[in-house]
């Protein structure tokens, strides 16, 4: 691979492989080690300094999120790469203002527009992956838990008081939010009277209701804003009211008791909450849950589980942050954040330019994503993606991880540098010269591969160890190898040895198509084939644009490749290297 462009200065500490500990017995949820967070260790004072601005850079972005989200409903970017986000920021504010207040969300409603909720909304904290939930779990010994579907529509609190609700309030900053009574009160399938005098107060999400909805199939579709923007109207359709549900997740003035809990809820009109409740005690039970629920039919979209004690404190205990007892683990992310390391470029076998960036390691779908290809080099420049900047990451066709665009750039953001095109093409590299280590590699690959000589048991691998041995300079090379040779290689005895040569040697007899194609003649149509690879060599060479366009499929393009290739002085070399056995 040749690295185009040096690692930035500034990621020397970005690398994202675990949380600071910060001194505490356990680490948050945030600080829990996977692929995609960050270093336990704070990076020197000089690189600390040089950080500060792209620290600065990514608070402003957050406030920009939470704002947005928290106080219009509307979701600017995909959850993956927010959580993401926040769980870099919270580290670099760690290492470089750990005395700075947490991220407040600011509000652009008037004050006559808001209400005080009666117990402060919490929110969640979201684990990565199985490691961390499992530490989470092996905290809890000997304690109820529960798992429920975290549904995704936006949170609210509803208080009923003499049987009657009186108000209904957005989550906001979780200790005030907007008045929603009015709305929620167009809704049928929220109680308004309920049958106990007693004050309740509820907490849960109003969802978009999506009769037969499979998560894992469906996706989001957009049903968080779409609830968002039917919220934020004082007047709804009767149609528009009867798409949307209610799912309580808390009752902080409710029963201790959480089976009580459950049971009370049904009786009241929120037999939801009961019905998408079990009971789990270990990483599998979890784990089958949470696959069970992104794979059926619910009546809402779910971006996740929520595991949590069924015993909680009192709601006068509760803040407006994620409590130590009740934890969020998302579904594999379709999108997430990703900080670039580097930039290289891949030459293939044709000469090919494709650039690479190398990226600190982050889960995508469950699983760890660390280069992703740019494409071409028309498309690298396009995104006009650096090393340093935070760019999101997705998957295409869901399979094969791509960068999107820059979420935020690298501070300071250097001119990129790129590759000469014109270094390589599909003659260059036929021999092992300076620069073309990558490409001749690529050559030799497929020589060996099924598609050329089908050299059984001799891959990548090998063709490395032999090129870094300085046994293989030339495409021919390996014929003249000996059992001697390659027995004084490091960790190669005498049976691989023999093996290797033996298989050297059945290719080496291979007729004159397989070897064409091994090194790397130009397609030709199959109607012409029989013809073009019963002739001579000699007819090859001697061939004119005129003659070979006569055969059909062949045309200006393709000509020019396949006359360029018959005449290559290196290719003549080879072809007439062929008629004599190897010494």
């Known amino acids: 691979m040749i690295a185009i462009l040096i690692r930035a200065a500034a990621l020397a500490w970005l690398g994202l492989s675990g949380m600071v500990q ?5 680490p948050s949820p945030d600080q829990a080690a996977h692929p995609g967070t960050l270093e336990a260790s704070c990076p020197p004072g000089a690189t600390q300094i040089r950080q500060q601005s792209a620290y600065e850079a990514l608070t402003r972005q957050i406030e920009r999120w939470d704002e947005a989200y928290y106080q219009r409903g509307e979701r ?7 959580d993401e986000a926040k769980r870099r920021w919270r580290h670099w504010r760690h290492c470089l203002n750990p005395a700075a207040a947490p991220i407040r969300q600011t509000t652009t409603a008037s004050p006559d527009d808001r209400l005080r909720h009666p117990f402060a909304q919490t929110g969640l904290d979201k684990l990565p992956n199985q490691q961390a939930v499992d530490e989470w779990l092996s905290r809890q010994s000997g304690r109820t838990l529960w798992i429920q579907p975290k549904v995704d529509g936006v949170a609210v609190t509803l208080v009923y008081r003499d049987g009657k609700l009186k108000s209904a309030i957005s989550r906001g900053d979780g200790e005030t939010g907007q008045d929603w009574t009015a709305q929620i009160r167009q809704i049928d399938s929220i109680p308004q009277q309920l049958e106990d005098d007693e004050p309740v107060t509820l907490q849960g999400e109003i969802f978009l209701r999506l009769p037969g909805h499979i998560q894992a199939r469906d996706g989001g579709v957009s049903a968080r804003a779409k609830i968002a923007g039917l919220m934020n109207r004082k007047d709804l359709s009767p149609q528009d009211a009867q798409a949307i549900g209610f799912f309580a997740w808390a009752w902080p003035d409710g029963p201790l008791n959480g089976q009580n809990r459950l049971e009370r809820l049904t009786q009241l009109g929120f037999a939801n909450t009961a019905r998408y409740t079990r009971s789990v005690d270990r990483l599998l039970d979890v784990e089958k849950w949470r696959d069970h629920w992104y794979h059926a ?4 979209a779910s971006d996740g589980v929520v595991i949590k004690r069924s015993k909680r404190p009192t709601g006068q205990r509760w803040q407006a942050q994620p409590p130590s007892w009740a934890i969020a683990w998302k579904y594999p992310a379709a999108e997430t954040l990703a900080i670039v390391d580097t930039i290289d470029i891949s030459v293939g076998r044709t000469g090919r330019l494709t650039p690479i960036a190398r990226l600190e390691p982050v889960l995508l779908d469950d699983r760890e994503v660390s280069s992703v290809s740019l494409g071409s080099l028309d498309h690298w420049k396009t995104l006009d993606v650096h090393p340093g900047d935070q760019v999101s990451v997705s998957l295409a066709g869901a399979t094969i991880p791509q960068i999107d665009r820059v979420v935020i750039p690298a501070i300071p953001r250097k001119a990129l540098v790129f590759p000469d095109t014109q270094r390589y093409d599909a003659l260059s590299c036929l021999t092992l010269t300076p620069g073309c280590r ?12 099924s598609n050329g000589l089908d050299m059984i048991g001799v891959g990548p691998a090998t063709w490395r160890t032999l090129v870094d041995a300085d046994l293989v300079s030339d495409l021919l090379a390996w014929r003249q190898l000996h059992v001697a040779d390659l027995q004084a290689l490091p960790g190669v005895g005498e049976t691989r040895a023999r093996q290797w040569v033996s298989v ?3 290719a080496g007899n291979a007729g004159q198509k397989r070897w064409l194609i091994a090194l790397g003649m130009p397609t030709i149509p199959d109607a012409a084939e029989q013809s073009v690879l019963a002739s001579s ?13 006569a055969f059909d499929g062949i045309g200006p393009v393709r000509s020019a490749q396949l006359i360029a290739f018959f005449r290559n002085p290196t290719i003549d070399a080879l072809l007439d290297a062929l008629s004599k056995p190897p010494t």
């Open 22 to 26: 910060a001194g505490t017995l356990h």
């Open 76 to 82: 600017l970017v995909d959850d993956g790469v927010y």
């Open 297 to 300: 039919e619910l009546p809402f």
């Open 438 to 449: 990558e490409q001749f590699l690529a050559r030799l690959e497929w020589l060996g591969s």
């Open 504 to 506: 050297f040697h059945e």
């Open 537 to 549: 060599l000699t007819t090859l060479r001697e061939r004119s644009k005129t003659s070979w366009q």
